[in-house]
């Protein structure tokens, strides 16, 4: 049970570790949970695309039901947002997600999610961490059922009903990179109009032997197909579709902040609202806030931090620069499906390029990015520590204005931009990331931040 450890958004490891009887281990904890809550409704079960899922997702199952609550599956792997999204839609306790994300596909993950749909906070998985013990079931009169059931229609109806798009004038590429957006998104854009053509459609274990990440590098035959067919945008997903990056004819890859700086934009035309960000997102957001007498409120890095601060804030929109995002009327969960949806009907209206050039030109130009140090996780603590001490009073030749401690330190200069230093949450790994008006600038941020941080590593 050592080797079971929920992390940022539950727990991954590779497959000599996440092994089915660690997995029945966790379904017991969570099912305990559950009871000492005075649960009883039913539990949906989860799974992505990956060669294990559907076989772990049956074994969490069968734990459930041996501690007598109704299981819900769904007729095939589906993305993470539609597994949420049931939670909420069909009254249900909470669900377990069997996914690894964008992680290779020797990795494999489960997590919880409450009943609410939106991420589980530290003190869910800490209870569920604490309850884990070998499983024990009911008698066979006290077990719950199991029940395969589509649950993608029903997110699918709730999509087109709060967003009501209509894509009728737009052409979109959309890459599904072999996971279980495939299906999903592209037939939901296809409903509200769109015409869609697709790329990495069919379900690959291995996706294609690479990791399912929606990154410049892995996008390049979307962005070169968005071009081709003079697509009004492209738009792919994660492995388990719970994130997006676009594509976008001028720019290519779209950088994330640009597209929640687009997104929420777009949203204020019609609504009001603050909006929610972590630490690591760009001030772009400050600043369209600020034009429309907004508020924004600054996160820890992870989704299940955005997520509280919209609740607690009523936010419009939420986001991370890492490619997640929710909106207001929407579970509190990122839906990568959801906000491709958005995202057409934010083109419809003005496409993103000339949207994003028309918000830099009244906003300044933003430029981020971000690098990653190895740490190993039992060090991650004491290089802050170290680093503590050690902040200077000036990088890349401004001056540290103030230090923000929100999540790792956050060094916010005096002309504007700020460097970044945080532990990853997924990855043996420290991260670094920065923001200011040009490239130049950047990368002297970032070889600054390199150089402070490797002295503790």
């Given at each position: 049970?050592?080797?079971?450890?929920?992390?940022?958004?539950?727990?991954?490891?590779?497959?000599?570790?996440?092994?089915?009887?660690?997995?029945?281990?966790?379904?017991?904890?969570?099912?305990?949970?559950?009871?000492?809550?005075?649960?009883?409704?039913?539990?949906?079960?989860?799974?992505?695309?990956?060669?294990?899922?559907?076989?772990?997702?049956?074994?969490?199952?069968?734990?459930?039901?041996?501690?007598?609550?109704?299981?819900?599956?769904?007729?095939s792997?589906?993305?993470?947002?539609?597994?949420?999204?049931?939670?909420?839609?069909?009254?249900?306790?909470?669900?377990?997600?069997?996914?690894?994300?964008?992680?290779?596909?020797?990795?494999?993950?489960?997590?919880?999610?409450?009943?609410?749909?939106?991420?589980?906070?530290?003190?869910?998985?800490?209870?569920?961490?604490?309850?884990?013990?070998?499983?024990?079931f009911?008698?066979?009169?006290?077990?719950?059922?199991?029940e395969?059931?589509?649950?993608?229609?029903?997110?699918?109806?709730?999509?087109?009903?709060?967003?009501?798009?209509?894509?009728?004038?737009?052409?979109?590429?959309?890459?599904?990179?072999?996971?279980?957006?495939?299906?999903?998104?592209?037939?939901?854009?296809?409903?509200?109009?769109?015409?869609?053509?697709?790329?990495?459609?069919?379900?690959?274990?291995?996706?294609?032997?690479?990791?399912?990440?929606?990154?410049?590098?892995?996008?390049q035959?979307?962005?070169?197909?968005?071009?081709?067919?003079?697509?009004?945008?492209?738009?792919?997903?994660?492995?388990?579709?719970?994130?997006?990056?676009?594509?976008?004819?001028?720019?290519?890859?779209?950088?994330?902040?640009?597209?929640?700086?687009a997104?929420?934009?777009?949203?204020?035309?019609?609504?009001?609202?603050?909006?929610?960000?972590?630490?690591?997102?760009?001030?772009?957001?400050?600043?369209?806030?600020?034009?429309?007498?907004?508020?924004?409120?600054?996160?820890?890095?992870?989704?299940?931090?955005?997520?509280?601060?919209?609740?607690?804030?009523?936010?419009?929109?939420?986001?991370?620069?890492?490619?997640?995002?929710?909106?207001?009327?929407?579970?509190?969960?990122?839906?990568?499906?959801?906000?491709?949806?958005?995202a057409?009907?934010?083109?419809?209206?003005?496409?993103?390029?000339?949207?994003v050039?028309?918000?830099?030109?009244?906003?300044?130009?933003i430029?981020?990015?971000?690098?990653?140090?190895?740490?190993?996780?039992?060090?991650?603590?004491?290089?802050?520590?170290?680093?503590?001490?050690?902040?200077?009073?000036?990088?890349?030749?401004?001056?540290?204005?103030?230090?923000?401690?929100?999540?790792?330190?956050?060094?916010?200069?005096?002309?504007?931009?700020?460097?970044?230093?945080?532990?990853?949450?997924?990855?043996?790994?420290?991260?670094v990331?920065?923001?200011?008006?040009?490239?130049e600038?950047?990368?002297?941020?970032?070889?600054?931040?390199?150089?402070?941080?490797?002295?503790?590593?």
């Amino acid at each position: 049970m050592d080797q079971i450890a929920f992390g940022t958004d539950g727990w991954r490891a590779t497959l000599d570790t996440f092994t089915d009887d660690r997995v029945r281990i966790v379904g017991q904890a969570v099912a305990d949970y559950l009871t000492e809550e005075g649960h009883d409704e039913p539990v949906v079960v989860g799974y992505d695309a990956r060669e294990t899922s559907e076989g772990f997702a049956e074994s969490l199952a069968e734990v459930m039901a041996g501690n007598g609550f109704d299981v819900i599956l769904p007729e095939s792997d589906c993305p993470t947002p539609v597994t949420a999204w049931a939670i909420v839609n069909r009254g249900c306790a909470g669900a377990l997600m069997v996914t690894a994300s964008h992680n290779p596909p020797e990795y494999n993950g489960v997590k919880f999610i409450p009943e609410d749909g939106a991420p589980a906070l530290p003190g869910v998985t800490e209870r569920i961490e604490a309850n884990l013990r070998e499983p024990e079931f009911l008698p066979e009169a006290k077990q719950g059922t199991i029940e395969r059931v589509d649950l993608v229609a029903d997110h699918a109806d709730h999509a087109r009903d709060l967003v009501k798009a209509n894509l009728s004038d737009l052409t979109v590429v959309y890459d599904a990179m072999h996971g279980s957006g495939r299906g999903v998104t592209d037939e939901l854009l296809e409903s509200a109009g769109a015409e869609v053509i697709t790329l990495r459609t069919d379900r690959d274990p291995t996706f294609g032997g690479s990791s399912p990440e929606p990154s410049a590098e892995n996008l390049q035959e979307l962005i070169q197909a968005v071009r081709e067919h003079d697509a009004d945008f492209g738009v792919a997903n994660d492995g388990d579709a719970d994130r997006l990056a676009l594509v976008t004819p001028e720019r290519g890859f779209l950088d994330e902040n640009l597209f929640f700086a687009a997104i929420y934009d777009y949203l204020l035309e019609t609504d009001s609202g603050p909006a929610v960000r972590t630490v690591s997102t760009t001030f772009l957001i400050d600043r369209i806030a600020e034009a429309h007498d907004e508020e924004v409120f600054e996160t820890p890095v992870g989704f299940k931090w955005v997520a509280q601060g919209m609740g607690e804030h009523d936010a419009l929109m939420g986001g991370e620069e890492s490619g997640g995002f929710s909106v207001r009327g929407h579970i509190r969960e990122k839906d990568g499906v959801l906000m491709s949806l958005v995202a057409g009907a934010a083109a419809s209206e003005e496409s993103i390029d000339s949207r994003v050039d028309r918000l830099l030109a009244e906003h300044g130009d933003i430029v981020a990015d971000k690098i990653s140090l190895e740490c190993p996780d039992d060090k991650k603590s004491q290089v802050l520590s170290d680093l503590e001490s050690e902040i200077p009073d000036e990088v890349a030749g401004r001056e540290v204005a103030k230090v923000v401690t929100l999540d790792g330190f956050k060094l916010l200069l005096d002309d504007g931009s700020w460097l970044l230093v945080r532990p990853s949450g997924t990855e043996p790994a420290m991260r670094v990331y920065a923001e200011a008006g040009s490239k130049e600038k950047v990368e002297t941020l970032l070889a600054d931040g390199r150089e402070l941080v490797s002295a503790f590593l």
